[in-house]
């Protein structure tokens, strides 16, 4: 059972939505949108692939037809990558579960800052990268490390870089991911020049299942569970995740990691 968190972002006066996040209070009304939410979520984003999943198989199962290999292997293809949708899915909506039970646990190590860049880049489907391009911007020193759960910051890197590449209609996607520091903090952006987002809607960008344009992301084979994630994935680094943005010009998330503590280090 789901009980909705709703992310809400503070704006920032005089300029165009910049934000820092902030996590609402939860309203029992609300959860029986996320209800509804959830059914038109398995409706759509499971019964599609399971149907086509299913067709291919059944045709594949014809003995009394010869298929010719090129054709099977395409079938065969078009099945892994279903699946992979399903299972990408149940990932996302199993850690949903575990950031609203509040048990989102990670797993900090001392790790690489240029290491998880660089795999997270490394990481991005082929098909999305090859009309993008990706730029690694460090201004720390060589070998420098921070304290965070490398799996998870992975996770939040892929979603953010494939949305920088998903979301912009530019015929030159350009993706600079840039590492820094800043007051106590490791910061890694994802900064894109995509369609951006306009200030009313970048408010709800991090609440789960919310969508800018319902027709673009579904061609796109969105969810709206990626940035809930991302953000309670920092909120269990006791980080933070930031976006500015400006339509039409582009979109830089910043993620914050704080620089572990004086007592905890030996
Ligand atoms: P999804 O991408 O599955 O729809 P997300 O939670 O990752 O869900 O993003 C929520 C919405 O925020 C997206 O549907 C999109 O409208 C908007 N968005 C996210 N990242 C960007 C970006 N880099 N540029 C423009 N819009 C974005």
Request: proline share 2%.
């Amino acid at each position: 059972y789901y009980l909705l968190h709703n992310f809400s972002v503070l704006l920032d006066e005089e300029k165009m939505g910049e934000g820092l996040l902030l996590r609402d209070i939860t309203k029992e009304e609300e959860i029986d949108t996320l209800k509804n939410n959830l059914i038109s979520l398995a409706s759509h984003e499971f019964k599609t692939p399971i149907t086509t999943i299913k067709g291919s198989v059944e045709t594949l199962l014809r003995s009394e037809v010869e298929w010719e290999p090129e054709f099977k292997q395409e079938l065969l293809e078009g099945v892994h990558e279903d699946i992979e949708r399903i299972q990408h899915l149940i990932n996302d909506w199993l850690d949903i579960s575990k950031i609203d039970s509040g048990a989102m646990n990670v797993e900090p190590n001392t790790i690489r800052a240029d290491h998880v860049i660089e795999l997270s880049m490394e990481s991005i489907p082929k098909t999305l990268k090859h009309d993008a391009i990706l730029e690694f911007n460090n201004y720390v020193e060589e070998g420098f490390t921070f304290y965070a759960d490398k799996m998870r910051v992975q996770q939040v890197l892929i979603n953010l870089i494939t949305n920088a590449i998903r979301y912009n209609d530019s015929n030159r996607k350009k993706v600079d991911i840039t590492l820094d520091k800043e007051n106590g903090y490791t910061t890694i952006s994802v900064a894109d020049n995509g369609i951006g987002i306009s200030k009313d809607h970048l408010e709800k960008i991090f609440n789960l299942f919310y969508q800018v344009d319902l027709t673009a992301t579904r061609r796109t084979g969105g969810t709206g569970l990626g940035l809930a994630i991302c953000a309670g994935i920092m909120e269990a680094h006791e980080g933070r995740i930031k976006v500015v943005s400006e339509p039409g010009m582009g979109s830089k998330f910043i993620i914050y990691f704080p620089d572990r503590k004086g007592e905890d280090l030996i």
